[in-house]
């Protein structure tokens, strides 16, 4: 079984960067898609951004298409989610997730903030 483990929220200005790291442990990290989701205060849990097996293809919601870029190096075992052009809307907990329309293995979450 996968555990994933993410890093890299915080706070930042809008119009800023942050990049959210994923790491996961288990032998079996490479065969699985993965995915970026993220939650705000009373609105239900979407996604945001999706990565296949390989890196070889990706897909985003619209409304962080041309922002935000997923990538992951399966050596490392670790999935990212390079966000620019950060917004205020943007604010919110982001989940890694592996096979996320399957198993649905989810991280703890990382707390982003945009602040004005």
């Known amino acids: 079984q996968v555990q994933l483990v993410e890093s890299g929220g915080g706070l930042v200005q809008a119009g800023g960067s942050l990049r959210l790291s994923c790491a996961a442990s288990g032998r079996t990290f490479s065969s699985y898609a993965m995915g970026w989701f993220r939650q705000a205060p009373g609105k239900e849990r979407e996604s945001v951004a999706v990565?296949?097996?390989?890196?070889?293809?990706?897909s985003y919601a619209d409304s962080v298409k041309g922002r935000f870029t997923i990538s992951r190096d399966n050596a490392k075992n670790t999935v990212y989610l390079q966000m620019n052009s950060l917004k205020l809307e943007d604010t919110a907990v982001y989940y890694c997730a592996a096979d996320p329309f399957g198993l649905q293995i989810w991280g703890q979450g990382t707390q982003v903030t945009v602040s004005s």
């Open positions: 990565i296949s097996w390989s890196g070889g293809s990706t």
